[in-house]
């Protein structure tokens, strides 16, 4: 079972998600892909171990320095270490680390697609790799996944629904030099629904969550969404 669920900042997805996720195979691994940059996501990923505790997730943390040290979750924790560590800039492999770790069966949950982009897209000092080549080893981490768990919910999310014009304006795109980061941000936003469109695509269940409420767009039963 592959399982999509997106919606809007603060929807409800998370929980959802996590829900979902709980009621597919055990045993159950919480696949991280945000790393701990400044206080705001410092902040997120504790309130997500907060979530998550007492419920039986071994958690492996992809990115960033503090990765296994989750209190909250216990026993199966880890982070990238040396199986998983890539060169500068191109993060780990995911499948290298998950048979290290003995990391596979049951269900995955990972979250989330937003954070996964934009750690393959941009190097810890700020520089783009190829837009291309970012979103294929964001592909091929989320294909690492599928090949190693029996259920997989993946957690995506709406950045630029409403369209890139309202991030970067046209006018302001046309001065824009090319190292101007509203650039980078557009890149980044269309570079994030190709994405999700694929992973949409191969999903049996594609849920949009809105108010903690979710609406089938694929799969599930109609009835409950409503």
Same mark, same amino acid.
């Given at each position: 079972?592959?399982?999509?669920?997106?919606?809007?900042?603060?929807?409800?997805?998370?929980?959802?998600?996590?829900?979902?996720?709980?009621?597919?195979?055990?045993?159950?691994?919480?696949?991280?892909?945000?790393?701990?940059?400044?206080?705001?996501?410092?902040?997120r990923i504790r309130r997500h171990r907060e979530l998550r505790r007492g419920k039986g997730f071994r958690t492996v943390e992809l990115f960033g320095a503090d990765a296994g040290s989750d209190p909250?979750? &216990?026993?199966?924790?880890?982070? $990238? +270490? %040396? @199986?998983?560590?890539? !060169?500068?800039?191109?993060? =780990?492999?995911?499948?290298?680390?998950?048979?290290?770790?003995?990391?596979?069966?049951?269900?995955?949950?990972?979250?989330?697609?937003?954070?996964?982009?934009?750690?393959?897209?941009?190097?810890?000092?700020?520089?783009?790799?190829?837009?291309?080549?970012?979103?294929?080893?964001?592909?091929?981490?989320?294909?690492?996944?599928?090949?190693?768990?029996?259920?997989?919910?993946?957690?995506?999310?709406?950045?630029?629904?409403? &369209?890139?014009?309202?991030?970067? $304006? +046209? %006018? @302001?795109?046309?001065? !824009?030099?090319?190292?101007? =980061?509203?650039?980078?941000?557009?890149?980044?936003?269309?570079?994030?629904?190709?994405?999700?469109?694929?992973?949409?695509?191969?999903?049996?269940?594609v849920v949009e969550v809105v108010a903690s409420r979710p609406n089938y767009l694929r799969g599930g039963d109609a009835l409950v969404a409503r």
């Amino acid at each position: 079972m592959r399982v999509l669920v997106t919606g809007a900042a603060s929807s409800g997805k998370s929980a959802w998600a996590e829900a979902r996720a709980m009621g597919l195979a055990a045993p159950r691994t919480y696949v991280a892909t945000m790393a701990p940059a400044g206080r705001e996501a410092a902040a997120r990923i504790r309130r997500h171990r907060e979530l998550r505790r007492g419920k039986g997730f071994r958690t492996v943390e992809l990115f960033g320095a503090d990765a296994g040290s989750d209190p909250a979750v &216990g026993p199966g924790n880890a982070g $990238p +270490g %040396a @199986a998983g560590a890539g !060169a500068a800039g191109t993060g =780990p492999d995911v499948g290298a680390l998950l048979d290290s770790l003995g990391l596979r069966g049951g269900c995955a949950l990972v979250e989330d697609l937003g954070n996964l982009l934009a750690n393959r897209l941009f190097s810890p000092d700020g520089a783009e790799v190829a837009p291309v080549l970012a979103l294929e080893r964001a592909e091929g981490d989320l294909e690492a996944v599928y090949a190693r768990f029996d259920d997989v919910v993946v957690v995506g999310c709406e950045v630029g629904c409403e &369209g890139v014009d309202c991030l970067v $304006p +046209g %006018a @302001a795109r046309v001065l !824009a030099g090319p190292g101007d =980061p509203r650039l980078a941000t557009e890149r980044y936003v269309r570079l994030l629904g190709t994405l999700a469109c694929r992973v949409a695509r191969g999903s049996d269940e594609v849920v949009e969550v809105v108010a903690s409420r979710p609406n089938y767009l694929r799969g599930g039963d109609a009835l409950v969404a409503r």
